[in-house]
């Protein structure tokens, strides 16, 4: 069985990343999400070893101590990571795993694990991304105007991503982040994996 790739995705605040992971996930069988560990509690409807790895402070210290994070980070006060043993496992069994994360730790990963594919999810413009925040009536005025302050953080980094996704037209842009996972599977080494590809390969007569 051949192993499968990695995926860090990221974007900034309202730029459809999970809408996006989604409808690829619905389309795809072989792509899955990493189920991160986190020290925050779980909320309503939320399950263990589904939506996330519910862990105490303390078992979160000693993940940390054993080196078992791909990448960590504390996010309000609570901590987030992703362990090298849920990535592992599942590229293992020929899964192509998606981590949906921040750029910070999209650049922790890219340094444990170059081999990684990085997708940068974009708003058409800012204030298209503004537009989106305000459409959602969550959000008060401030609060709006320090999300568009940190989006701009982010983009800023999406030049050190291999591919940029830009959400414009919500189908186009599935469509084009399923492009990239295929057209992943489709590289040489990846393709070399797999016997009867060798065999076609290495055919000599």
Do not use: C
């Not at 790895?53 to 078992?59: C, E, K, L, M, R």
């Not at 919500?170 to 590809?197: E, P, S």
């Amino acid at each position: 069985m051949h192993t499968g790739n990695l995926f860090l995705v990221s974007a900034p605040s309202g730029a459809g990343k999970t809408s996006i992971v989604n409808a690829a996930l619905a389309a795809d069988a072989q792509l899955v999400v990493a189920v991160s560990h986190t020290t925050r509690p779980a909320r309503g409807g939320e399950v263990d070893g589904k939506n996330y790895h519910f862990v105490s402070d303390d078992g979160f210290s000693q993940m940390i101590d054993d080196a078992a994070f791909l990448e960590h980070a504390n996010v309000f006060g609570k901590r987030y990571g992703t362990s090298k043993a849920e990535v592992a496992n599942k590229r293992e069994q020929g899964q192509d795993v998606i981590l949906e994360i921040d750029w910070q730790g999209a650049q922790q990963v890219r340094q444990a694990m170059p081999q990684a594919i990085s997708i940068f999810i974009l708003p058409p413009s800012v204030e298209a991304l503004a537009q989106r925040l305000t459409s959602r009536g969550e959000d008060t005025q401030e609060s709006i105007a320090k999300r568009l302050s940190e989006a701009r953080l982010d983009m800023s980094q999406a030049k050190h991503f291999d591919y940029l996704v830009v959400n414009e037209d919500f189908d186009t842009a599935v469509q084009d982040f399923v492009a990239i996972v295929r057209t992943m599977r489709l590289q040489k080494d990846v393709q070399l994996q797999h016997q009867a590809v060798q065999t076609l390969v290495h055919f000599d007569g």
